[in-house]
């Protein structure tokens, strides 16, 4: 056996050395955490482009007594003798002289404004408050959701990882090899799934944490634990395809196969999340804990070794 435990960590050395030297596989593991943040970036861009700062026209004295209590945000105010020509001539969104309101169209932003100039007035009936800051609750929650999105991604990639470094090495001959060496045959399967599956883990944690500290993700230690879970169990699922393949055949197959076991495990999780906590993968989209899904992942790669190994037999 300490053949076989030195055996293994050589093998989990050699792959990380070669997937580091992959720039393609970099790129790809990269590729969800750069998705996002391009993204967002995209969605403020819209943002401040489709909703700009509203011009509001004010009078002298309206301007020293509502300036200060209007977001910059949301409002730009000026000066101007007459803002209801301001507001006429579609200079300005809005205009007042501290006592009387012209806009040209309503909304939130109107409501809110109204409500200034009503507290101001001390008017018996006043606007209730339409704009708030996003609480740091709130954001959050966001960020946690667009973390289990790139934990679905690295799913997909955990798969990919799966499928292509048995298929490749089938083809050059390297895992023919591997399994001639006077070592048990789980090894080189166990070795495939602890060096794909732990790179994905530490990457996905990464950009959890960074997006963490970026913005804000709630239940960072689930999403950790069932982002690492689905990084085991979905390298594990790419060994399982291939395992009972014969050592000629493809991977176009298996791959598709795997791929669709891996998104179907997500759809569990949305779809029935009372089971989906349970499962890796779909614990990621059920908001589980992880625990028993990361402990579930842990049994797979085992299995995943054994079956390639049963399968190179044939």
Do not use: C
Not at 65 to 80: G, K, Q, S, T, V
Not at 145 to 160: K, N, P, S
């Amino acid at each position: 056996m300490r053949r076989a435990w030195r055996a293994l960590a050589a093998l989990v050395l050699s792959l990380w050395l070669r997937l580091a030297r992959e720039g393609l596989v970099v790129r790809a593991i990269l590729f969800p955490l750069l998705l996002s943040a391009a993204t967002l970036t995209a969605t403020l861009g819209v943002v401040v482009m489709v909703a700009p700062l509203q011009t509001v026209a004010m009078t002298p004295a309206a301007w020293e007594e509502l300036r200060d209590d209007l977001p910059a945000h949301i409002f730009m105010p000026y000066l101007a003798e007459d803002p209801k020509e301001e507001v006429w001539t579609r200079r300005a969104w809005g205009g007042t002289d501290g006592h009387i309101l012209w806009l040209r169209y309503g909304g939130q932003r109107a409501n809110y404004l109204e409500g200034v100039i009503r507290r101001h007035r001390d008017a018996p009936w006043r606007q209730a408050e339409v704009f708030s800051v996003s609480s740091t609750e709130t954001v959050s929650v966001q960020g946690g959701q667009i973390a289990r999105i790139m934990g679905a991604l690295f799913t997909l990639y955990g798969v990919v990882f799966g499928v292509g470094m048995v298929a490749r090495d089938r083809e050059d001959g390297s895992l023919a090899a591997e399994f001639s060496l006077p070592i048990p045959r789980w090894v080189p399967g166990l070795a495939r799934w602890i060096a794909g599956s732990s790179v994905l883990a530490a990457f996905f944690a990464y950009s959890v944490l960074l997006w963490s500290a970026l913005f804000g993700v709630d239940e960072v230690g689930a999403i950790q634990r069932s982002g690492v879970a689905a990084s085991l169990a979905s390298v594990a699922v790419g060994l399982l395809v291939l395992g009972d393949a014969r050592m000629g055949r493809g991977f176009s197959g298996a791959l598709s196969k795997g791929l669709m076991v891996g998104a179907g495990l997500l759809g569990v999780g949305m779809a029935w999340p009372a089971v989906g906590v349970w499962l890796p993968i779909a614990s990621l989209t059920a908001h589980g804990g992880g625990w028993v899904a990361l402990a579930l992942s842990l049994a797979l790669g085992p299995l995943a070794a054994w079956s390639l190994a049963r399968g190179s037999q044939r």
